[in-house]
């Protein structure tokens, strides 16, 4: 449907504090953590939506040639391998062996876009890439999109087709989703990644919004009259986002090094939105997803958490600062942060450094797990 890469989140939120590091802090060992509260910016999502929705399938000989001397996971117009949850079919990619690791995307992205990652990370792991419901080569269902219906997805995956203790890895929205999952598997989750992971923190001093009684003018007149406006305006903008230039406008906003933007990756990005629920699932997502999210905050979802935390940030994401990364951290001091200079999706732009960033902290993390283990069973 669209391009993980266009999450805008508001500025006022997002820039707070904006610290750029031009260095490459190598991972350091995990310590304890304590909590605090918060929200996920509402108006940034509905924003990000708009700048990343749905595309339609454009030609592309898939040419491009890959990233020098790093593998790439063959890109499979029919897919991988699907998995039917709650009656929907869900698309995955899985290679290697050895104790699993979890990748889930961002928003409007796919499996595919942990193309350079999964070849290298399956050499010691089992690495499996899920496409959440709604994106990817995974069912377009016309449900009510909420973020705790990823959650199921992730937690149902893990415990189906996993089945046994992971790491999961998110960029973006997928970031999010690992961490909520996480939270609600305490026991299978070993550790999380978040690479420029979508999410806010709350604003203790914002007063609750006051729901009014609906009045029969309400809901008979001017909500009919309000849906019918928001599909005028979000379907124009569906369309308008499905122009190739508009694709490759948008991923070179978010790339740094513009390189990677290649056919590959907008035809990973651009074949899903042919499907005839595309329009209708990013309606959804605009207009019920995006616009309800301060339920959801970082730090109520981090205070349920005890796995050790990994952060690995483009510092120069121009819609998630590193000021993010910062404050999770301090809020969550069992955290290892690793800074780059890259964009919002680090892990296509410069996969080489998060590889190395991901398999050192794995090889510590999962370790110190397995250790615990043996502990318990002692």
Same mark, same amino acid.
């Given at each position: ?131 959440? !419901? ?20 992730? +937690? ?23 961490? +909520? ?10 550790? +999380? ?36 406006? #928001?599909? +005028?305006? =979000?379907?124009?903008?569906?369309? #308008? ?74 510092? =120069? ?35 080489? =450094?998060?590889?190395?960033? !991901?398999?050192?902290? =794995? ?12 502990? #318990?069973?002692?």
């Amino acid at each position: 449907m669209s391009s993980s890469c266009a999450v805008l989140p508001s500025a006022r939120t997002e820039l707070f504090n904006p610290v750029h590091e031009s260095r490459f802090i190598a991972p350091r060992r995990p310590f304890q953590c304590n909590r605090s509260k918060c929200v996920m910016s509402r108006r940034g999502f509905a924003f990000r939506g708009v700048a990343a929705s749905g595309l339609s399938v454009v030609g592309s000989s898939l040419t491009t040639q890959p990233v020098e001397g790093v593998e790439r996971l063959p890109f499979k117009p029919e897919g991988y391998n699907f998995w039917t949850w709650r009656g929907h079919k869900i698309h995955y990619v899985v290679q290697g062996e050895g104790p699993p690791v979890v990748l889930i995307h961002g928003f409007g992205a796919s499996a595919f876009h942990w193309r350079y990652n999964i070849p290298e990370l399956a050499k010691k792991y089992k690495v499996y890439a899920i496409d959440l !419901l709604g994106f990817g080569w995974s069912e377009k269902a016309l449900v009510e999109y909420d973020a705790m219906v990823w959650r199921d997805q992730v +937690v149902d995956f893990v415990n189906e087709i996993v089945k046994e203790p992971t790491v999961l890895v998110g960029n973006s929205l997928g970031g999010f989703t690992a961490l +909520v999952a996480a939270a609600g598997l305490p026991e299978q989750v070993i550790g +999380v990644a978040l690479l420029n992971s979508a999410g806010q923190f709350g604003n203790p001093n914002s007063e609750a919004e006051k729901s009014e009684e609906e009045t029969a003018l309400q809901r008979f007149i001017l909500k009919p009259l309000k849906e019918i406006f #928001q599909r +005028v305006i =979000l379907g124009f903008l569906f369309w #308008q986002a499905k122009q190739p230039a508009r694709v490759e406008s948008v991923l070179k906003s978010v790339y740094k090094n513009t390189s990677n933007v290649d056919d590959y990756l907008v035809e990973s990005i651009t074949m899903p939105a042919a499907d005839p629920n595309a329009g209708e699932v990013y309606y959804r997502l605009m207009t019920r997803f995006m616009t309800n999210q301060t339920k959801y905050t970082l730090d109520s979802v981090l205070s349920k958490m005890s796995c050790p935390l990994l952060l690995v940030w483009g510092d =120069l994401d121009p819609w998630v600062g590193p000021a993010k990364a910062n404050r999770i951290k301090e809020f969550y001091p069992n955290t290892t942060l690793v800074n780059l200079q890259a964009g919002h999706c680090p892990h296509d732009e410069v996969p080489e =450094l998060v590889n190395r960033a !991901l398999l050192d902290w =794995l090889s510590t993390s999962t370790s110190e797990a397995e250790a615990e283990a043996s502990l #318990q069973t002692v």
